[in-house]
């Protein structure tokens, strides 16, 4: 009932005036970016507030954050729904396009989208089964591929060791990608060709006063560290 929800948001309000943030602090976040997004933060911010008790559950499952009892949630891009607040944060996300040199072997490197349609690509689905294309961007010119392949995958974690086993291409966030394309296990491609995301935005119930807490954990995620 809202009388209790005022209660609660009350009995908080002496929390924002302590110089330690303390108490539980439920943060959800998509599973594929968490590592990015949160992994750079925790360490900092546990050892800045060190009563702080912090609890993520990282999931791309569709979550609404009020009804399964999270203080706020981590999505990409801004969609402003009654009685929720966006906060943007760090760092801004893009995707990369990457295969194993075995597989750049047998096939040439694409240079722009339309090569795609020669290639074998793994396909993107979200967590309900739904795909979402491979999205592209230069000069003002925007190209959404539906690419075709042996494989549909929702884990990006699967997609890069498909690529790395040379079965197909795949498109995955960058940062998840990275080490191996740095140690050469895997090569990018169409770099010149893929823009960042959305920003990220942390969303939380509009409330009059917010836990010590959860503006320590909004600071940390606006700053990214």
């Not at 929800?5 to 594929?32: C, H, M």
Request: include cysteine; aromatic fraction near 10%; charge should be negative.
């Amino acid at each position: 009932p809202p009388a209790f929800g005022e209660i609660g948001w009350a009995l908080d309000a002496p929390n924002q005036y302590r110089e330690t943030p303390f108490g539980k602090v439920r943060i959800n976040a998509p599973n594929s970016i968490a590592p990015f997004v949160l992994g750079p933060v925790i360490g900092p911010l546990i050892e800045r507030n060190p009563n702080l008790q912090l609890e993520i559950v990282a999931t791309d499952r569709l979550v609404d954050i009020v009804e399964e009892g999270f203080d706020a949630g981590i999505r990409l891009g801004e969609s402003l729904r009654d009685g929720m607040t966006a906060v943007r944060i760090n760092p801004r996300l893009r995707f990369a396009v990457v295969g194993s040199p075995a597989y750049f072997e047998r096939h040439a490197i694409p240079l722009e989208p339309g090569d795609l349609s020669a290639h074998r690509c793994i396909r993107n689905t979200f967590a309900s089964g739904v795909s979402y294309p491979w999205s592209f961007a230069r000069n003002g010119q925007e190209i959404d591929v539906e690419p075709s392949g042996p494989l549909a995958l929702h884990d990006h974690e699967l997609m890069i060791e498909a690529a790395l086993a040379g079965v197909a291409l795949a498109y995955v966030w960058e940062d998840r990608a990275r080490p191996h394309v740095e140690s050469g296990r895997l090569i990018a491609c169409l770099d010149d060709w893929i823009v960042p995301e959305d920003w990220l935005y942390l969303y939380y119930p509009t409330r009059k006063y917010l836990s010590a807490g959860l503006r320590a954990v909004i600071e940390a995620l606006r700053a990214g560290r």
